[in-house]
Nanobody
Framework: QVQLVESGGGLVQTGGSLTLSCAAS????????VGWFRQAPGKEREFVAT????????YYGDSVKGRAAISRDNTKNTVNLQVDSLKPEDTGVYYC????????????????????WGRGTQVTVSS
């Protein structure tokens, strides 16, 4: 099974930017949707962004729309997420996950539609 490993998390000041990376090993994520979710303590996992397998379509959660950019490099088996103008409410564990090509667009923000998850990387935004 493909393993996903997130990196790039850390402590950032309000207003700063961060680029998270999701690297796949043990297989390819080329023919998969790949998304980012985040989870703050005591809260449900929240959709952040997803990118289609060729990168032609991107989708963003309302909380990051206009501040985030998701991209992928299928030759490197990686998906990146850049978030700008960070706010304290962006704090949480960020997870990348892959889902099937057959995923319906209406379901891309639903965690259960994604079959393979990384362990997450912590992002903390200080006020």
């Amino acid at each position: 099974q493909v393993q996903l490993v997130e990196s790039g998390g850390g402590l950032v000041q309000t207003g700063g930017s961060l680029t998270l990376s999701c690297a796949a090993s043990g297989g390819t994520i080329e023919r998969s949707y790949v998304g980012w979710f985040r989870q703050a303590p005591g809260k449900e996992r929240e959709f952040v962004a997803t990118i289609s397998w060729r990168g032609g379509s991107t989708y963003y959660g309302d909380s990051v729309k206009g501040r985030a950019a998701i991209s992928r490099d299928n030759t490197k088996n990686t998906v990146n997420l850049q978030v700008d103008s960070l706010k304290p409410e962006d704090t949480g564990v960020y997870y990348c996950a892959s889902g099937p090509l057959t995923m319906m667009v209406s379901s891309i923000n639903t965690p259960k539609e994604y079959q393979n998850w990384g362990r997450g990387t912590q992002v903390t935004v200080s006020s």
